[in-house]
């Protein structure tokens, strides 16, 4: 078989396809989780909080003649030249994203779950005559016959 042939077979295969439109669908699924987090969710928790935005929160661990001032924004702090700075904001924000994803995702696969049509059980088959059952008649036209 050739290799394109081959290729050809594997790329249609349903299972390909549905992974593709998954990834695509969770892309884009991704950016509104990712606008819900940064336009609606952060607002509120910062505002609880008191800072205007978590991805500027960080923490100086080297600053080299005092390059990096008070309330200075995380891009900037980090241009200053031979400085280190923990940007643990940065991961508090992707780390709420992450979760609210996740919860996201969660409630849809059990909404999906819920519209699945139920599956009607395979009705059951009619019992048969039990071992014994069969061997009492086997017993029963040998004796008629003799």
Do not use: H
């Not at 669908?25 to 950016?31: L, P, Q, R, T, V």
């Not at 008070?70 to 709420?96: K, P, Q």
């Amino acid at each position: 078989m050739g290799f394109l042939k081959e290729f050809k077979e594997f790329a249609v295969k349903g299972n390909v396809m549905d992974l593709a439109v998954g990834v695509i669908i969770g892309g884009a699924f991704g950016k509104i989780v990712d606008s819900v987090v940064k336009d609606l969710v952060m607002p509120v928790i910062s505002a609880i909080i008191g800072s205007p935005d978590f991805s500027n929160m960080y923490m100086v661990l080297k600053d080299p003649a005092s390059g990096i001032k008070e309330g200075m924004a995380l891009a900037d702090a980090r241009a200053v030249e031979n400085a280190v700075v923990f940007a643990y904001g940065n991961f508090i924000t992707v780390a709420i994203n992450f979760i609210l994803l996740a919860f996201a995702v969660f409630l849809m696969v059990k909404g999906i779950n819920r519209l699945k049509r139920k599956e009607e059980p395979a009705p059951v088959a009619p019992a048969g005559p039990t071992q014994e059952q069969l061997l009492a008649e086997i017993r029963d036209l040998l004796r008629k016959q003799q």
